[in-house]
């Protein structure tokens, strides 16, 4: 079986085998090892499977201004060699044990994922720690996945979306790390050397930065010495990520990008709300009122249902850790673009001044609560909700309080924070297309 058919057979087998049932949220134990690395557990020994989610605050942001892109080359490496093992023999193991491990950075955090069976649990942690520790960065793989880098970027060249997504945010960060893409550009992945990739994990890989998540066939006990194993000889800290706190300039300001293409895509936001808020709940049925519920939104049913407009048409908060965001996206004929964005702001404008009619709270409320229990459906969905609770400080009950919370929203708490919250006169917006009639500025 190839590499790719391993993991992807896994990948099916996690999906399809439930590890809790999904009327209820799962019990969570807070599980520190002898060393003191901290680790949220759920136990599931109905099937031989063990998920583990972890990662380091502290991402893509952390780039060199000249070498954007590093963090993500890196992620593509550590599986390429650690230890005494080459790239070959490195990946040849994890394929003959069935072992699931990818690594990958965000903007805010460099995450890791391992799945496995319980039988190669031990060799499984192993190949995690020398991963972590020992990564060779070897010329062949360097080079290979070099070059897959920088033909990704050549094809995401002739992506519209991903063309506006990545100008939007270096015309609203233009002196932040925010501004830079995750990938890097052609001219900085062609600059970072073996030196650079080996410095990344020294001064981004410490315990003060880890946060670790495990589901599956494993009890506290046995996670505590594996935590240890894994991760106790990495730096015990090595400070808080050197990012600062920002906002985008979002000044209403609209930038078209030609392409001759018979369609626009358009990508629009301006300042958010950072998860810790206190009407964090509040701002997120107001969004998914607005944008981010799919066929029954408000811009969906009057730019696309009612108008015809667009073909598609979204709103989410994006509670970046130093810049929160709500940003959005529309797709429309050339034609169409001016139009479009211009009843985006009215919706804006009317949620803002308005608020919600008290069907769609009700609507909102009856799907954020019913579909939640829906995303514990694998040991890795679980180990991935658990990672985010931690790094966004939610508490270890979360999962127990969190339709409470949205239950608990009123409409007066969405009018407040959508007065707050919604500027049309600062919804930036970048068009990649042609689109017709359109005031720039």
Do not use: C
Not at 31 to 37: D, H, M
Not at 330 to 355: C, P, Y
Not at 365 to 380: A, R
Not at 397 to 409: F, S
């Amino acid at each position: 079986m190839t590499i790719i058919m391993r993991r992807l057979f896994l990948a099916l087998g996690l999906a399809i085998l439930p590890a809790l049932p999904a009327a209820a949220s799962p019990p969570v134990e807070r599980v520190v090892s002898a060393k003191g690395i901290e680790a949220w557990l759920v136990q599931d020994h109905i099937n031989p499977i063990i998920a583990m989610e972890f990662a380091f605050r502290g991402g893509s942001a952390l780039d060199p201004a000249d070498r954007a892109g590093l963090a993500n080359m890196v992620s593509g490496l550590l599986d390429e060699g650690a230890g005494e093992l080459d790239s070959y023999a490195f990946q040849k193991r994890l394929e003959d044990l069935s072992i699931d491990l990818s690594f990958s950075s965000g903007q805010d955090s460099f995450h890791g994922s391992l799945k496995t069976l319980t039988e190669h649990r031990d060799s499984a942690f192993s190949m995690m720690r020398i991963a972590l520790t020992q990564p060779r960065f070897d010329d062949e793989p360097v080079q290979r996945i070099r070059s897959q880098i920088l033909s990704g970027l050549a094809a995401d060249l002739q992506n519209p979306s991903v063309v506006a997504n990545r100008a939007w945010f270096a015309l609203q960060f233009p002196d932040h790390p925010y501004g830079r893409p995750v990938k890097g550009t052609p001219e900085s992945v062609k600059a970072i050397t073996a030196a650079d990739l080996r410095a990344f994990p020294a001064g981004a890989f410490g315990r003060d930065r880890l946060v670790v998540s495990v589901v599956g066939d494993i009890t506290a006990e046995q996670l505590k010495p594996l935590l240890d194993q894994t991760f106790g000889d990495l730096p015990e800290t090595v400070g808080p990520p050197a990012v600062a706190v920002t906002s985008p300039k979002a000044n209403g300001r609209v930038q078209v990008i030609e392409r001759n293409n018979p369609q626009s895509v358009v990508v629009f936001g301006h300042e958010g709300i950072a998860r810790e808020d206190p009407e964090w709940f509040p701002a997120y049925v107001m969004n998914y009122i607005l944008g981010g519920g799919g066929f029954s939104s408000r811009l969906f049913t009057e730019v696309r249902e009612k108008r015809g407009l667009a073909y598609s048409v979204h709103s989410a908060l994006s509670p970046f850790d130093y810049a929160p965001l709500i940003i959005g996206g529309v797709a429309t004929a050339n034609g169409r673009v001016a139009e479009s964005l211009a009843l985006i702001r009215e919706e804006w404008r009317r949620m803002a001044e308005h608020g919600p009619t008290p069907a769609e709270m009700d609507d909102a409320k009856t799907y954020l609560t019913g579909s939640f229990p829906l995303q514990f459906d694998s040991v890795g969905a679980i180990a991935g909700i658990l990672l985010a609770m931690q790094m966004d400080h939610l508490g270890i009950d979360y999962l127990e309080k969190r339709n409470a919370l949205i239950e608990a929203v009123q409409a007066d708490d969405v009018r407040k924070i959508a007065k707050r919250l919604l500027r049309p006169d600062r919804l930036a917006a970048v068009v990649v297309g042609q689109p017709d009639g359109l005031a720039t500025h």
